[in-house]
């Protein structure tokens, strides 16, 4: 997918104004309305253009796509990373409808922004409300936690330029919750008009990237390595899990690939989640000349072709 650089889109410096953006925009448009221009890719640069400006025009959509263009390194080729728009609170402005505008448009915003209100605001209306994605670790989840974040919110200062502020807000993590559940902040979105309640702030649960262990739904999965005595023979082997060190046993004549299920001891809720273990045969390397010798005598004595289901 191709980077779009909306700056250059609109012909503005990363750095305009917000009323610097409208003018640009306001003098592109009709230069390159398909209804007057006389331009041979008009229409297609309209569109471009109407893309660049949905995002430009909203301090919130500007800021984290300028969270982005931070980190890419150029070139034609470009995915965002995973969860880059993680700790940026956002209200519930609209992202317009994403299957009008390109790939690059859709997957960043096409999800990540709920439709905003229309119309007049009735008298004593509720708050917007706002959300966020924030990262947790699977510990979090699997104890319970009471956790300090700092979230990113975008606002316009006094100049006109997009600006972000920190926000601090001490959160309880609930034991059991998994990646894509809410967490709701009840008054922590925008102000209620005249005597109207606060809206409320929804964080969106997403795990970083454990060490050990991937993550499912409820349920856990870890790869673990046994040497090729331990899955011929069988064993009894220790295993991390979250909740601690546990003893496994290997049945014999186990092969690389084999799932083992501890049960209920993946992620708590109810039911609770399964941890599943993934065998891994680990070879010793044949790094001395007796590791050398035991492996030629393995090859002459074991007479074992693990390559016979395909006929060679």
Same mark, same amino acid.
């Given at each position: 997918?191709?980077?779009?650089?909306?700056?250059?889109?609109?012909?503005?410096?990363?750095?305009?104004?917000?009323?610097?953006?409208?003018?640009?925009?306001?003098?592109?448009?009709?230069?390159?309305?398909?209804?007057?221009?006389?331009?041979?890719?008009?229409?297609?640069?309209?569109?471009?253009?109407?893309?660049?400006?949905?995002?430009?025009?909203?301090?919130?959509?500007?800021?984290?796509?300028?969270?982005?263009?931070?980190?890419?390194?150029?070139?034609?080729?470009?995915? #965002? *990373? #995973?969860?880059?728009?993680?700790?940026?609170?956002?209200?519930?402005?609209?992202?317009?409808?994403?299957?009008?505008?390109?790939?690059?448009? !859709?997957?960043?915003?096409? /999800?990540?922004?709920?439709?905003?209100?229309?119309?007049?605001?009735?008298?004593?209306?509720?708050?917007?409300?706002?959300? !966020?994605?924030?990262?947790?670790?699977?510990?979090?989840?699997?104890?319970?936690?009471?956790?300090?974040?700092?979230? /990113?919110?975008?606002?316009?200062?006094?100049?006109?330029?997009?600006?972000?502020?920190?926000?601090?807000?001490?959160?309880?993590?609930?034991?059991?919750?998994?990646?894509?559940?809410?967490?709701?902040?009840?008054?922590?979105?925008?102000?209620?008009?005249?005597?109207? !309640? !606060?809206?409320?702030?929804?964080?969106?649960?997403?795990?970083?990237?454990?060490?050990?262990?991937?993550?499912? +739904?409820?349920?856990?999965?870890?790869?673990?390595?046994?040497?090729?005595?331990?899955?011929?023979?069988?064993?009894?082997?220790?295993?991390?899990?979250?909740?601690?060190?546990?003893?496994?046993?290997?049945?014999?004549?186990?092969?690389?690939?084999?799932?083992?299920?501890?049960?209920? /001891?993946?992620? #708590?809720?109810?039911? *609770? +989640?399964?941890?599943?273990?993934?065998?891994?045969?680990?070879? #010793?390397?044949?790094?001395?000349?007796?590791? /050398?010798?035991?492996?030629?005598?393995?090859?002459?004595?074991?007479?074992?072709?693990?390559?016979?289901?395909?006929?060679?």
């Amino acid at each position: 997918m191709e980077y779009k650089d909306y700056y250059k889109i609109m012909g503005v410096a990363r750095n305009a104004t917000q009323d610097e953006i409208k003018r640009a925009y306001r003098k592109l448009a009709r230069k390159y309305h398909p209804d007057v221009s006389k331009e041979a890719d008009a229409e297609a640069r309209f569109k471009e253009l109407g893309e660049a400006y949905e995002v430009l025009k909203d301090a919130e959509k500007r800021a984290a796509y300028d969270q982005l263009g931070a980190n890419w390194k150029g070139g034609q080729e470009f995915s #965002p *990373p #995973p969860n880059w728009n993680s700790g940026f609170e956002f209200s519930g402005g609209s992202a317009g409808d994403a299957a009008d505008f390109s790939d690059f448009f !859709a997957s960043l915003f096409g /999800r990540e922004f709920r439709a905003g209100g229309t119309g007049r605001t009735p008298p004593h209306a509720k708050g917007e409300d706002h959300h !966020a994605k924030v990262l947790i670790d699977l510990e979090d989840s699997y104890q319970g936690a009471t956790r300090t974040i700092t979230l /990113r919110v975008p606002m316009v200062d006094s100049q006109g330029h997009v600006v972000t502020k920190d926000r601090v807000l001490n959160v309880t993590i609930p034991k059991g919750i998994r990646a894509g559940q809410h967490i709701r902040l009840s008054g922590q979105g925008s102000p209620g008009a005249a005597q109207g !309640a !606060a809206g409320d702030l929804y964080l969106e649960i997403e795990f970083r990237p454990h060490p050990l262990y991937r993550i499912d +739904g409820r349920d856990l999965y870890l790869d673990l390595p046994v040497t090729p005595w331990e899955a011929a023979l069988g064993a009894t082997v220790k295993v991390p899990t979250p909740g601690g060190i546990i003893e496994l046993k290997i049945p014999e004549g186990s092969g690389s690939g084999r799932k083992l299920r501890l049960k209920e /001891r993946g992620i #708590p809720g109810d039911p *609770p +989640g399964d941890l599943y273990v993934m065998l891994a045969i680990a070879l #010793p390397p044949a790094d001395t000349e007796a590791a /050398r010798d035991l492996y030629r005598k393995m090859a002459q004595e074991l007479n074992f072709n693990p390559r016979a289901k395909l006929g060679v």
